[in-house]
């Protein structure tokens, strides 16, 4: 699938940021549910400073936040963002 493609598309170690479209503004809220089913609630302020999102085309890690890049983490087939 495409989402397959878009998953395995950087090798571990890579430094890579998201574009995010919108068409409306709205507010950066992200979670995630671990191995164990337990849900974290991810601290946007290291990458996304500013939760106001505006319209439009926006790049995380945003300007001013406290990592350039995310890099790909993990192991083969189970990739993950840091």
């Known amino acids: 699938s495409s989402s397959d493609d878009v998953r395995h598309g950087q090798r571990l170690g890579s430094r890579v940021s998201l574009v995010l479209e919108s068409d409306r503004d709205g507010s950066f809220f ?25 319209a439009g085309r926006i790049t995380l890690p945003q300007t001013g936040a406290r990592y350039d890049s995310f890099v790909v983490t993990g192991k083969p087939g189970r990739e993950h963002l840091l």
């Not at 979670?31 to 601290?43: H, N, Q």
């Open 30 to 54: 992200s979670w995630d549910e671990g191995p164990e089913g337990t849900v974290y609630c991810l601290c946007p302020s290291w990458f996304a400073p500013d939760v106001r999102l505006r």
